[in-house]
């Protein structure tokens, strides 16, 4: 079955037209006036977000912590490194220039239903020199919260699985998951969990 996509963009042209394209190549796409309600049924769906406002870009924020499976590609009147990182820290799964051609629309289309994200290498590697951030505090002890989650990954639930038990998104829940390995200062979920056995903790 097709994932759901939604093209939202202020520009009712440019809307009709990515829709065409996509509905072309055999998308299931809609442009709803509401994309904050369309966004909160089941199953995993898509969204091509143009942040060309303040509004867009609050939107942007909003849609990736709702508790559902939205994977967004953020599409930037002006591409540069530094707003498409902006993006990607604000919850986009991948940035386009909004001038794209239409293959490049599809392509974008086909690899966030796919669950791949879609960054240049210059966003990659910007966002590398961005630092892990806040995720390393490595300042206090484990919630029980956080002890449940290590074991349930010991145990091999996946992060879906276990998002969908702690009641999390799957993004949130790798968020999460992110802050708790920097708690712990590793790198990842196998480190994560040699550590957290060392610890006795699993």
Same mark, same amino acid.
């Given at each position: #079955?097709?994932?759901?996509?939604?093209?939202?963009?202020?520009?009712?042209?440019?809307?009709?037209?990515?829709?065409?394209?996509?509905?072309?190549?055999?998308?299931?796409?809609?442009?709803?006036?509401?994309?904050?309600?369309?966004?909160?049924?089941?199953?995993?769906?898509?969204?091509?977000?143009?942040?060309?406002?303040?509004?867009?870009?609050?939107?942007?924020?909003?849609?990736?912590?709702?508790?559902?499976?939205?994977?967004?590609?953020?599409?930037?009147?002006?591409?540069?490194? +530094?707003?498409?990182?902006?993006?990607?820290?604000?919850?986009?799964?991948?940035?386009?220039?909004?001038?794209?051609?239409?293959?490049?629309?599809?392509?974008?289309?086909?690899?966030?239903?796919?669950?791949?994200?879609?960054?240049?290498?210059?966003?990659? +590697?910007?966002?590398?020199?961005?630092?892990?951030?806040?995720?390393?505090?490595?300042?206090?002890?484990?919630?029980?919260?956080?002890?449940?989650?290590?074991?349930?990954?010991?145990?091999?639930?996946?992060?879906?699985?276990?998002?969908?038990?702690?009641?999390?998104?799957? +993004? #949130?829940?790798?968020?999460?998951?992110?802050?708790?390995?920097?708690?712990?200062?590793?790198?990842? +979920?196998?480190?994560?969990? #040699?550590?957290?056995?060392?610890?006795?903790?699993?």
């Amino acid at each position: #079955m097709p994932v759901p996509i939604a093209v939202h963009d202020p520009l009712p042209v440019f809307r009709r037209g990515a829709v065409t394209t996509l509905r072309d190549a055999g998308f299931d796409v809609d442009s709803p006036d509401d994309l904050g309600a369309w966004a909160a049924g089941s199953g995993r769906k898509v969204v091509l977000l143009t942040l060309d406002s303040p509004e867009d870009w609050l939107l942007l924020r909003k849609l990736p912590d709702g508790g559902h499976h939205v994977a967004v590609i953020a599409l930037l009147e002006d591409a540069d490194v +530094r707003t498409s990182v902006q993006a990607v820290l604000a919850g986009a799964d991948g940035v386009l220039p909004r001038e794209c051609t239409p293959e490049a629309l599809c392509d974008a289309a086909l690899r966030a239903s796919d669950g791949v994200g879609l960054l240049p290498i210059s966003v990659l +590697r910007a966002l590398a020199h961005e630092g892990p951030g806040p995720a390393r505090r490595g300042d206090g002890p484990l919630t029980d919260g956080e002890v449940n989650w290590l074991r349930g990954l010991s145990e091999g639930l996946t992060v879906r699985q276990l998002a969908e038990r702690a009641g999390y998104s799957e +993004r #949130m829940m790798y968020r999460l998951l992110s802050y708790l390995y920097g708690n712990l200062q590793v790198e990842n +979920r196998t480190q994560a969990l #040699m550590k957290a056995h060392d610890q006795g903790l699993i």
